[in-house]
Antibody, heavy 121, light 110 residues
Framework: EVQLLESGGGLVQPGGSLRLSCAASGFTFSSYAISWVCQAPGKGLEWVSGISGSGGSTFYADSVKGRFTISRDNSKNTLYLQMNSLRAEDTAVYYC???????????????WGQGTMVTVS | QSVLTQPPSVSAAPGQKVTISCSGSSSNIGNNYVSWYQQLPGTAPKLLLYDNNKRPSGIPDRFSGSKSGTSATLGITGLQTGDEADYYCGTWDSSLSAGVFGGGTKLTVV
């Protein structure tokens, strides 16, 4: 079964850090780009960051550039999001989402995790 | 303020058809493929359509997509109460080098 499982969310003070992980199974992890997408309580989807299948290309929303770092370990089938200098407005459910393509420039997310909650307060 | 513009809500009766619009610009919809997602309450989003109008396996043909210029449209026919959900369009923005979503449209089947 194709699956993504996020972990690492929790309560953190403003200015603090968290590292989210996304464990993948059921597909050839290195062949696909993966993104982080967040959703603040009661709000819509917001794309946060993406990384190509090889890990050679990374992309960020302006709102997180310089504060968040996306990475992946293809030997461990795991995606990461290092979140630093956290702000109250970063409070959201964070989903990892598998792209149908490898480049990271498509935004066609066919598999989503269940999400992990990040609360900055 | 989302880069892509969707109506906040639409409604229609069971069995009827509804369309949801998604408006963007040349840097996103105009030059990239559009995807559509369904999010049922309390669940993760689900891909309904990709590459403007392609359905993943398991998505019924009641769901269709089209694109013209800098706008895209999701169509749903034979509405069912189970279709009540939030619907999002998404694509890549070549100028921002970032993924972008619409603000979402809440579908009510009444």
């Amino acid at each position: 079964e194709v699956q993504l499982l996020e972990s690492g969310g929790g309560l953190v003070q403003p200015g603090g850090s968290l590292r989210l992980s996304c464990a993948a199974s059921g597909f050839t992890f290195s062949s696909y780009a993966i993104s982080w997408v967040c959703q603040a309580p009661g709000k819509g989807l917001e794309w946060v960051s993406g990384i190509s299948g090889s890990g050679g290309s990374t992309f960020y929303a302006d709102s997180v550039k310089g504060r968040f770092t996306i990475s992946r370990d293809n030997s461990k089938n795991t995606l990461y999001l290092q979140m630093n200098s956290l702000r109250a407005e970063d409070t959201a459910v964070y989903y990892c989402a598998k792209d149908r393509y490898s480049s990271g420039r498509a935004g066609a997310f066919d598999i989503w995790g269940q999400g992990t909650m990040v609360t900055v307060s | 303020q989302s880069v892509l513009t969707q109506p906040p809500s639409v409604s229609a009766a069971p069995g009827q058809k509804v369309t949801i619009s998604c408006s963007g610009s040349s840097s996103n919809i105009g030059n990239n493929y559009v995807s559509w997602y369904q999010q049922l309450p309390g669940t993760a989003p689900k891909l309904l359509l990709y590459d403007n109008n392609k359905r993943p396996s398991g998505i019924p043909d009641r769901f269709s997509g089209s694109k013209s210029g800098t706008s895209a449209t999701l169509g749903i026919t034979g509405l069912q109460t189970g279709d009540e959900a939030d619907y999002y369009c998404g694509t890549w923005d070549s100028s921002l080098s970032a993924g972008v979503f619409g603000g979402g449209t809440k579908l009510t089947v009444v």
